[in-house]
């Protein structure tokens, strides 16, 4: 018989989910019964169930800062997952609501102060999202990733506590990544990954540049779903993922050095792992600039260098010199993230969670 139980929530992306899964092996020892509520087609649909938590779908509109028609229709979608979500926490009793950002998070949140249970959420970017900055005021606390996000939180309920990291990320084994990728001889290993729907301009322009990159590096390329490129499957050293699982950790582990997105929950991953990285933010074009913020702190603490998206699709070959400089810096970074003071979220959290539990 568990002794309490969490209705979990977030989505619309793997990095609104990923972290969930990071507190679920501690929430189970502390004999948690653990439920999920999110979208009836995001991708946290599938990542639960592959779990095996109980998963419950609600209606789920999209906040947009921008003019969209569907601005007029979706505050009906939200008003419709308010109304689900509270007859599932009615069912289900929960004594906490954790959620984690993203659209479907927001009717849940509303729905389990509406029935007076307490949510704690958590956000991994600098800046709250707007799906959190709707939530705050339904929340009892809010934890947050970065010391400087603290000062964006009002009425005293920010919390910093890191972010979750999954155990298994930190347990690869690096001969086994090289055995999954065939390589065979001692050159370094270059790593990229564009967040869980890959990056088109980063794919772009690693394989314009992959002659030049094969000459140092064997090439693991997480490129998204859709995003292969057929002409280059029989390329020696190179070799490209849609989308990988069981195997990251070992892949991760492998790798000499990595060129990602700045998503909180990846760079606070490679920060564990100690991998000298090149950043490439999301253009302010096409996001909030959560990213280019997220990209700039770790540049500050020296645990990464950057490269700004606009600059790199601009300036032909640009990609290279960072590269170059990254293998320049490699020792200096590495130095930095042994010295960081930044340590796994989970425990932290697990004390919120604690301290907030409706008994």
């Known amino acids: 018989m568990s002794k309490y139980k969490i209705i979990m929530t977030g989505g619309g992306t793997a990095g609104h989910v990923t972290p969930n899964l990071a507190l679920v092996p501690a929430l189970r020892e502390k004999g948690f019964e653990i439920k999920y509520i999110g979208s009836k087609n995001g991708i946290e649909k599938e990542i639960i169930k592959d779990a095996k938590i109980p998963y419950y779908e609600i209606s789920s509109g999209k906040f947009r800062r921008y003019f969209d028609i569907k601005n007029f229709t979706d505050p009906f979608k939200v008003m419709k ?3 689900e979500a509270n007859k599932i926490l009615k069912k289900e ?6 959620s984690k950002g993203g659209f479907v998070a927001v009717p849940v949140v509303i729905a ?6 307490p949510v704690v959420s958590h956000e991994s970017d600098l800046t709250p999202g707007l799906a959190n900055k709707l939530a705050a005021p339904f929340s009892s606390k809010l934890c947050v990733t970065f010391r400087e996000s603290l000062k964006y939180i009002k ?10 990291i999954r155990k298994e990320i930190l347990n690869g084994n690096s001969i086994e990544g090289k055995r999954i990728c065939g390589f065979n001889d001692n050159k370094e290993i270059l790593f990229i990954i564009g967040g869980s729907l890959g990056a088109k301009s980063i794919n772009e322009e690693i394989r314009k540049n992959i002659d030049k990159l094969l000459e140092n590096f064997n090439i693991i390329h997480i490129c998204g779903k859709g995003n292969l490129a057929q002409n280059l499957n029989k390329r ?7 989308y ?3 195997e990251l950790p070992h892949l991760l582990k492998a790798a000499d050095y990595v060129i990602s997105r700045a998503g909180a929950n990846v760079i606070f991953e490679l920060l564990a792992l100690r991998k000298p990285t090149l950043l490439i933010p999301l253009s302010k074009k096409i996001s909030r600039g959560d990213q280019i913020l997220n990209a ?13 998206e606009d600059e790199m699709i601009e300036n032909n070959g640009i990609i290279l010199e960072k590269i170059k400089e990254l293998r320049e810096k490699k020792n200096y970074l590495i130095e930095n993230m042994k010295n960081s003071e930044v340590s796994n979220g989970v425990n932290a959290i697990i004390e919120v969670i604690m301290t907030n539990i409706k008994k």
């Open 93 to 98: 009793k929960p004594n906490i609501v954790f």
């Open 155 to 164: 009425d005293g309920k920010g919390v910093l506590t890191g972010t979750p």
């Open 296 to 308: 700039n702190s770790f540049e500050k603490e020296g645990y990464s260098i950057v490269l700004d």
């Open 112 to 117: 389990a102060y509406l029935r007076k249970i």
């Open 81 to 83: 997952g308010i109304a």
């Open 244 to 246: 990988v699982k069981e």
């Open 236 to 242: 020696k050293g190179y070799v490209q993922f849609e």
